[in-house]
Structures are given as C-alpha cells and as structure tokens.
C-alpha cells in the first residue's frame, strides 16, 4: 500500500524566515508522482508543483523550492522568507498507475509578523 | 475557464435529514472524486469516477452515502439519513487523463449535521 507522511504536525515561523516542511512516501511502484498542495484558511486546496519519480531535479519557483530525494523517499518543501500569506496546511501527496491519489495528513505552517 | 463548481457551499441540516452535495467537473475532465476532510482522518477518498462510471467507491463509509454521476458535467453526493459525525467539508475535485495529472478541486461543502 502506498503510504505519505508529514511528521510535522505544526510549524510556527516568524517572516521572512527559511521554513522546510517534510514529506516522506512508501510505494513499490517505480514510476509514481508526487504533488503538493497548499491550502489556505479559505479552505479550498492548491496545486503547487508535480514532480515524477524519474526526474530528481531540484525545483526552485520563487520562494518555493523542492527537494526530491528516491534514496531517502523524501520529497520536501521549503518556503524562502517566509511571509505571512504563507500561512496554511500544506499537503503532500503520491500516485502512480491504478493507484488512488494518497495524500499526507498536512502539515499547518503560520507564520507570524 | 470556470473550476470545479460546488454547491451548497455550506449546509447545515438535522440528524435523519437527506443531504445532496452537487459537483460540476471542469468541462474535458474525465476523472471525478469525492473527498472528505475531517480533523481526525484528514483528506479521505470517497469514491472516484472515470467516464461517469464508479470506479472505486471503497471509501464510502457505509450505505447511507451514495453517489451518482448521470452525465460528463454533474455529480451528486448524497447522505441519507444524515448523523453528527457526517459533518466534515467534503471537496469535489477532477482531473483529465492519467495518474500523472494534477487534480483540481473544488472550494467544498462545510457539512454540519446537528
């Protein structure tokens, strides 16, 4: 069964501070997919970034960057000076073929002025 | 183009009462779900649908929930009777084409049953 974990149940930052959220994944399959998702107090969920278990490469969107490692199963997010419209529940997420999307239990960044 | 649509975007209803949740798919997406989040079990698949046929409802908590998909553009979730511990925001979201694909969800229904 394909499993994600987010250990980090909360987190509390001050802006502009460096914050990393952690996602680590267990599947069997070879070819699989991990996203994040953000979601705000507003409640309605965000596609953030896909990343396919072929490509390792580093991601750097602005603020946001991702860290893909198949040696550690890990697929982690970090959020460069942080500010506060940051603040939200950031889910990761993992599917690969004839699987259902298995989300992580999120984690809640706030991020204090 | 407009998003995943859902309505009511709250509702508030007694124990017993018969709940429909509607969901309007992005038009071209051929996959549609049925998620619930709730505090203690988080995002939990309900039941997905390809082509308007269910796929997979192995989530469905029991036989008081229901779901229909009758065409491309409109998918219904139904609670009948409704308990307390149905309340949760449950979020609709689509998606065109293989696993590989990004879902887009809904902005959810707040569900409270008192």
């Known amino acids: 069964a394909q499993k994600v974990t987010q250990a980090q149940t909360e987190i509390s930052v001050v802006e502009k501070e460096d914050v990393t959220l952690d996602c680590v994944y267990e599947?069997?399959?070879?070819?699989?997919?991990l996203f994040w998702y953000k979601q705000p107090p507003s409640g309605e969920l965000v596609f953030l970034i896909r990343?396919?278990?072929?490509?390792?490469q580093n991601e750097i969107s602005g603020r946001y960057s991702w860290n893909f490692q198949k040696s550690t199963s890990s697929f982690n997010f970090t959020i460069t000076a942080s500010q506060v419209v940051d603040s939200a529940v950031y889910f990761c997420?993992?599917?690969?073929?004839?699987?259902?999307?298995?989300f992580g239990p999120g984690t809640r960044l706030s991020v204090l002025p | 183009d407009a998003g995943v649509i859902q309505s009511p975007r709250h509702e508030v209803t007694e124990m017993g009462q018969e709940v429909t949740l509607r969901c309007k798919p992005i038009?071209?997406?051929?996959?549609l779900f049925w998620y619930r989040q709730t505090m203690m079990r988080g995002l939990e698949l309900l039941i997905y649908?390809?082509?308007?046929?269910?796929?997979?409802d192995s989530g469905m908590p029991e036989d008081r929930f229901s779901a229909k998909m009758p065409n491309a553009s409109f998918s219904t979730l139904k609670i009948q009777p409704s308990e307390p511990r149905d309340s949760a925001v449950y979020f609709c979201?689509?998606?065109?084409?293989?696993?590989?694909?990004?879902?887009?969800f809904g902005s959810g229904t707040q569900l409270s049953v008192l």
């Open positions: 979201a689509s998606r065109r084409g293989q696993e590989n694909e990004k879902l887009f």
């Open positions: 599947t069997r399959d070879t070819t699989y997919y």
């Open positions: 990343r396919n278990s072929f490509d390792e």
């Open positions: 997420a993992l599917t690969s073929y004839g699987q259902n999307f298995v």
């Open positions: 038009s071209g997406h051929d996959y």
């Open positions: 649908f390809n082509n308007n046929v269910p796929i997979d």
